[in-house]
T-cell receptor
């Protein structure tokens, strides 16, 4: 167990709707990254937050946004859902001052857009 | 930009045998980390082994070892004495030793251990 939890486990939404996915990290993990994993593919980096500020973004449109809170929880918000947004969404947190390899992954949220 | 390539979509091996998973990568960086992650059906990504590019010695973790060839940009994973619990997706991943901690993953190899 990594101590990183995500909710919900599964989610079904309709095209055009909005969705919020949640991640809870361990105490002291000031960095959180979000990844999208399409079926049969490796995870793709969406963005990273450090101390509540965005700290890097991958090749994803602005309708993907995030928030990080002081209590080590974070959110991924996706607006105007498209069918291609169907994927497993993973969050990964890192302790303060960690070397680059110390990323702890949650179990993911499976999003299905119909 | 960095890329990671895993050319074996699926592999299977008998229990107790040895299997090697291949990974190649492309980068202009000189200092970086390479990883193998395991993703079982439970979906939780688990770190199997890591290699720091400036270390010439290949990393080992119990039954897992790597063959790191920096000049060839190759990073293969060897699993010895394979066990049923090794059945999972295996992802090779790269991260530079600076900037944000963005992992770049390959497309994965589905490994099945046959009883």
């Amino acid at each position: 167990e990594t101590g990183v939890t995500q909710s919900p486990t599964h989610l079904i939404k309709t095209r055009g709707q909005q969705v919020t996915l949640r991640c809870s990290s361990q105490s002291g993990h000031n960095t959180v990254s979000w990844y999208q994993q399409a079926l049969g593919q490796g995870p793709q980096f969406i963005f990273q937050y450090y101390r509540e500020e965005e700290n890097g973004r991958g090749n994803f449109p602005p309708r993907f946004s995030g928030l990080q809170f002081p209590n080590y929880s974070s959110e991924l918000n996706v607006n105007a859902l498209e069918l291609d947004d169907s994927a497993l969404y993973l969050c990964a947190s890192s302790p303060t001052g960690a070397t680059p390899y110390e990323q702890y992954f949650g179990p993911g949220t499976r999003l299905t857009v119909t | 930009a960095q890329t990671v390539t895993q050319s074996q979509p699926e592999m299977s091996v008998q229990e107790a045998e040895t299997v090697t998973l291949s990974c190649t990568y492309d980068t202009s960086e000189n200092n970086y980390y390479l990883f193998w992650y395991k993703q079982p059906p439970s979906r939780q990504m688990i770190l199997v082994i890591r290699q720091e590019a400036y270390k010439q010695q290949n990393a080992t973790e119990n039954r897992f070892s790597v063959n790191f060839q920096k000049a060839a940009k190759s990073f293969s994973l060897k699993i010895s004495d394979s066990q049923l619990g090794d059945t999972a997706m295996y992802f090779c991943a790269f991260i530079p030793n600076f900037g944000n901690e963005k992992l770049t993953f390959g497309t994965g190899t589905r490994l099945t251990i046959i009883p």
